[in-house]
T-cell receptor
């Protein structure tokens, strides 16, 4: 079953613009992670935010977490063509080091 | 930088045939996952190993799928017989036990097409 739901399902922007995608989840979490998947490839970990954190930065990435609303957002600033990919949020399950995945946001950066 | 290895990268087979996928996790990672991903969807966990033991295979269609990790290192996922609905990307991931952040490292995946 999928806990996370990303919004929007697809996003197309011009290179240089900022891209924001959102993730909502259903149950309490210890942490939330964002992953990137280039077309036809495996997933790559981008950033992890713990439940007691509200914001985290990594390079051009900014992640926020609102546990009261059970939601997170991923902001990519100054987008590049290489950012074209699908982005997934994943939350930890209640045991066994499992992750529960959303359906992803497909991001297209137009040159 | 250590990576998760998977082979083959692509597999085309006819329905009712047997297929097998191989995964070699990052050295030292005790936890290994097999996922199935249908185009446009997130990964769906099929089976999780802790060393050589199965932790969770509740979503594995056991009538046709099997998975093993005999020495607690590399792993094989088998489908016999393959069905048209099995066409998907099969992803292997590994993680280090007790690292506190359960980050998973993925291989490049095997794209299976069943004709």
């Amino acid at each position: 079953s999928q806990q996370g739901e990303e919004d929007p399902q697809a996003l197309s922007i011009q290179e240089g613009e900022n891209a924001t995608m959102n993730c909502s989840y259903k149950t309490s979490i210890n942490n939330l992670q964002w992953y990137r998947q280039n077309s036809g490839r495996g997933l790559v970990h981008l950033i992890l935010i713990r439940s007691n954190e509200r914001e985290k930065h990594s390079g051009r990435l900014r992640v926020t977490l609102d546990t009261s609303k059970k939601s997170s957002s991923l902001l990519i600033t100054a987008s590049r063509a290489a950012d074209t990919a699908s982005y997934f949020c994943a939350t930890d399950g209640d045991s066994n080091y499992q992750l529960i995945w959303g359906a992803g946001t497909k991001l297209i950066i137009k040159p | 930088e250590a990576e998760v290895a998977q082979s083959p990268r692509y597999k085309i087979t006819e329905k009712s045939q047997a297929v097998a996928f191989w995964c070699d996790p990052i050295s030292g990672h005790a936890t290994l996952y097999w996922y199935r991903q249908i185009l446009g969807q997130g990964p769906e966990l099929l089976v999780q190993f802790q060393d050589e033991s199965v932790v969770d295979d509740s979503q594995l269609p056991k009538d046709r799928f099997s998975a093993e990790r005999l020495k607690g290192v590399d792993s094989t996922l088998k489908i016999q017989p393959a069905e048209l609905g099995d066409s998907a990307m099969y992803l292997c991931a590994s993680s280090r036990v007790g690292q506190g952040n359960n980050e998973q490292f993925f291989g490049p995946g095997t794209r299976l097409t069943v004709l």
